[in-house]
């Protein structure tokens, strides 16, 4: 019998968080969902609350082809281009 250890050896190095952003009102704000049904009343509402509430410059919708999949590389492109990026499920 064979048993295998799924840890890595290297130990990670580590990663610095992104600066949190002082305020939304003229930013640039990402959604990504993963297409399925379940997340357009969820994405409805919070671009709503976030227009109202922050005034962000641009909120930009997109919606990956596969659910499963990771999201394409012109959909990561175009989010690239955000200033804060959410994505979420619709499960």
């Not at 840890?7 to 939304?24: F, G, K, N, Q, Y």
């Not at 379940?38 to 930009?60: C, I, K, T, Y």
């Amino acid at each position: 019998m064979y048993v295998l250890d799924p840890t890595a050896e290297a130990d990670p190095l580590p990663v610095a968080l992104a600066p949190r952003l002082d305020s939304l009102r003229g930013r640039r704000i990402g959604l990504l969902s993963n297409g399925k049904t379940g997340s357009n009343p969820f994405f409805d509402h919070l671009e709503a609350m976030l227009r109202r509430e922050w005034q962000p410059q641009d909120v930009v919708r997109l919606v990956k082809s596969n659910y499963s999949a990771p999201a394409e590389a012109d959909l990561v492109r175009e989010l690239a281009r955000c200033h804060l990026v959410i994505t979420g499920v619709g499960d």
